[in-house]
C-alpha cells in the first residue's frame, strides 16, 4: 500500500493532469453541452472504467507487452481516430436546429410531463433516457480504450509512485489507479456540470445547437487528426 504522502502527492498531480486540455476533457465538455449534464456524467463514468482496464493492463504487465509490439499500438490508434471521425460526421450531419439526442428528447418530455401536460409520460421519458445515458458510458470508455496514448502514459507515469518495499506492486498500481479515477472523476464531473448548464442555455436557440454541432464535429476531427499522426 502506498504511503499517505504518496497518495496525497499523487492525487494533487492527477487533479492537476486532469484539468489539463486534452482529448479527454474536451469530449466531456463538449458532450455534456451537446446533449446535458447528465449525459456528460455518463461519458464521464464511461472513461472513467476506461482508467480501471488501462490501470489493470498495467498491473498485470499487459501494457508492456502492448508497448513492445509497434503493430499492436498502430491498429489501436487508428481504431481511436476513426471512432472520433465518426463522431465528427455525427455532429456535423445534425440537420439545422435539430434536437440533441435522445437524453435530451427524453429530459424535455419529463419536463413537460412534470409540468402537467401529460402526467403519464413522466415514467416513460425517464425510461426512455435510460438507453441513452448507457450508451453515453460506453461511448466514454470506447474513447479512453482506443486512445493507446493514455495506456502509455500509464504505464510510464504509475510506477514512478510505487515502492517494492511496501508490498506488492501490481496491488500499489491498482490503488494509484483508482486514486488517479477518484480525480478524474471530481475534475471531469465538475466540467461536466458546468458545461451542461451553459449548453442548456445554447440549446435554447436553434442557431447556436447548429454552432454547437459544427464546433464539436471539428473537434472531433481535429482530435482523430491529432491520433492517427500520432
Not at 181 to 190: N, S, Y
Not at 218 to 225: K, M, S, W
Request: net charge positive.
Amino acid at each position: 500500500m502506498p504511503s499517505l504522502h504518496t497518495l496525497s502527492t499523487f492525487f494533487g498531480v492527477a487533479v492537476l493532469l486532469a484539468l489539463t486540455p486534452g482529448p479527454d476533457n474536451l469530449f466531456v465538455l463538449l458532450q455534456s453541452a451537446q446533449r446535458g449534464w447528465r449525459a456528460g456524467m455518463a461519458v464521464v463514468l464511461g472513461l472513467c472504467l476506461g482508467l480501471v482496464v488501462h490501470t489493470a493492463a498495467v498491473a498485470l504487465g499487459l501494457a508492456a507487452l502492448f508497448a513492445a509490439s509497434p503493430t499492436a499500438f498502430t491498429v489501436l490508434k487508428f481504431c481511436g481516430a476513426a471512432y472520433l471521425a465518426w463522431l465528427a460526421w455525427q455532429a456535423l450531419r445534425v440537420p439545422t436546429g435539430a434536437a440533441q439526442g435522445v437524453t435530451q428528447d427524453a429530459a424535455d418530455a419529463g419536463d413537460a410531463a412534470r409540468g402537467g401536460q401529460d402526467p403519464a409520460a413522466a415514467p416513460q421519458a425517464e425510461s426512455a433516457a435510460v438507453p441513452g445515458l448507457v450508451r453515453m458510458v460506453g461511448r466514454g470508455m470506447l474513447m479512453n480504450l482506443t486512445n493507446p496514448k493514455v495506456l502509455m502514459f500509464f504505464l510510464a507515469f504509475l510506477p514512478q509512485f510505487t515502492d517494492p518495499a511496501r508490498g506488492s506492486v501490481a496491488a500499489q498500481t491498482m490503488v494509484l489507479g483508482l486514486v488517479f479515477m477518484l480525480a478524474t472523476l471530481l475534475v471531469f464531473g465538475a466540467i461536466a456540470c458546468f458545461s451542461g448548464a451553459f449548453g442548456a442555455l445554447l440549446q435554447r436557440s436553434a442557431r447556436a445547437r447548429t454552432a454547437l454541432n459544427r464546433v464539436a464535429g471539428l473537434v472531433f476531427l481535429g482530435l482523430a487528426v491529432r491520433l492517427a499522426s500520432s
